[in-house]
């Protein structure tokens, strides 16, 4: 059973334009969701995290939104540079602090064209 | 940031053998270290939550008596799969928490053959 899902398993966007990717989770008791990026082979980079008392946060080019009602976040790159391209995770975790077990989605690819 | 390494990168082995990998926080202290596994294409996978001087707990699904952890110190989990089968070919990564989150290895690539 896929506590965190990730269902769109590419993206491909123009570089200057946004990346909008969307993450939905199951489990009510999670409480800390992050996002992580990954290149093949490699372990994957912190990129920006949220707890669900925020519905926003934003570092850089990179915006997570949290609706916590409908248990769904989304990452959003502004703009998006060839460099971002690769597979990105969204993660969450049961507690905001305490616990760094994640729970991981499947992955979505982005693939940012010049 | 804090950094992760884990050793080796990539290791082939012969059914049967057993291999042991190893996560080490080379700047920090990690009371609490985390293994996970990816298949091509796939989610990262939590296999067991390794805790510095106490058993690992493993997640539903995972053998203990095959994918032995060890949490010797605060810096130092290793992970052992024994008797490995090419379905135990994987990439297998680590993470240790520390500064309010988890930083992950570099992961290693295991292929049995």
């Known amino acids: 059973d896929q506590q965190v899902k990730q269902n769109s398993p590419s993206l491909s966007v123009q570089e200057g334009r946004i990346s909008i990717l969307n993450c939905d989770y199951t489990?009510?008791?999670?409480?800390?969701f992050l996002w992580y990026k990954k290149y093949p082979a490699e372990g994957p980079t912190f990129l920006i995290s949220i707890s669900s008392i925020k519905d926003k946060n934003e570092d850089g080019r990179f915006t997570v939104f949290l609706n916590k009602s409908a248990k769904h976040l989304s990452l959003h790159i502004v703009p998006s540079q060839p460099g971002d391209s690769a597979v990105y995770f969204c993660?969450?975790?049961?507690?905001?602090?305490?616990?760094?077990?994640?729970?991981f989605g499947t992955g979505t690819r982005l693939k940012v064209l010049a | 940031g804090a950094v992760v390494s884990q050793h080796p990168s990539r290791v082939i082995c012969k059914s049967g053998t057993s291999v042991k990998i190893e996560c080490r926080s080379l700047?920090?202290?990690?009371?609490?270290m985390f293994w996970y596994r990816q298949f091509p294409k796939q989610s990262l996978m939590l296999m067991a939550t390794s805790n510095e001087g106490s058993k690992a707990t493993y997640e539903q699904g995972v053998e203990k008596d095959k994918f032995l952890i060890n949490h010797a110190s605060l810096t130092l989990s290793t992970l052992t799969v024994t008797s490995a089968h090419p379905e135990d070919s994987s990439f297998y990564i680590c993470?240790?928490?520390?500064?309010?989150?988890?930083?992950f290895g570099p992961g290693t690539r295991l292929l049995v053959l």
């Open positions: 489990n009510s008791m999670f409480d800390y």
């Open positions: 993470s240790a928490s520390g500064s309010g989150q988890a930083y």
């Open positions: 993660a969450a975790s049961p507690a905001y602090v305490g616990t760094y077990k994640y729970i």
């Open positions: 700047d920090f202290q990690a009371t609490t």
